[in-house]
């Protein structure tokens, strides 16, 4: 059985950076795809990023400013975060899906991390 946990969130001032992890425990293959998601308060559940091998792939209101990266030897992912905005507010999620396929749809992945909570002051 796969379990993700992230760790990193807290609280941010605007125009900081963060770091989110997301450590794989179980039988995870190094050519997995795994995302990050996140939930403001009230909102839907949206994605930010995703990697699979060498290819990442970015929501638009990241792009620019974030690095998602992972150590195959560590089995975690990274999420890095700058200039960081009130709207980054949110929880983040690190999610997991068999295969090398790319998602950006949540329905997609089968194994989710309890997430960590990230708030942005203004």
């Known amino acids: 059985q796969v379990r993700l946990e992230e760790s990193g969130g807290g609280l941010m001032q605007a125009g900081g950076s963060l770091r989110l992890s997301c450590a794989a425990s179980g039988r995870t293959g190094s050519g997995d795809a795994m995302a990050w998601f996140r939930q403001a308060p009230g909102k839907e559940r949206e994605f930010v990023a995703a990697?699979?091998?060498?290819?990442?792939y970015y929501a638009v209101f990241v792009q620019g400013r974030s690095t998602i990266s992972r150590d195959t030897v560590k089995n975690t992912m990274f999420l890095q975060m700058n200039s960081l905005r009130p709207e980054d507010t949110g929880v983040y999620s690190c999610a997991l899906r068999r295969g090398t396929m790319i998602s950006t749809l949540a329905y997609d992945f089968q194994t989710w991390g309890q997430g960590t909570r990230v708030t942005v002051s203004s």
């Open positions: 990697i699979s091998g060498g290819a990442t």
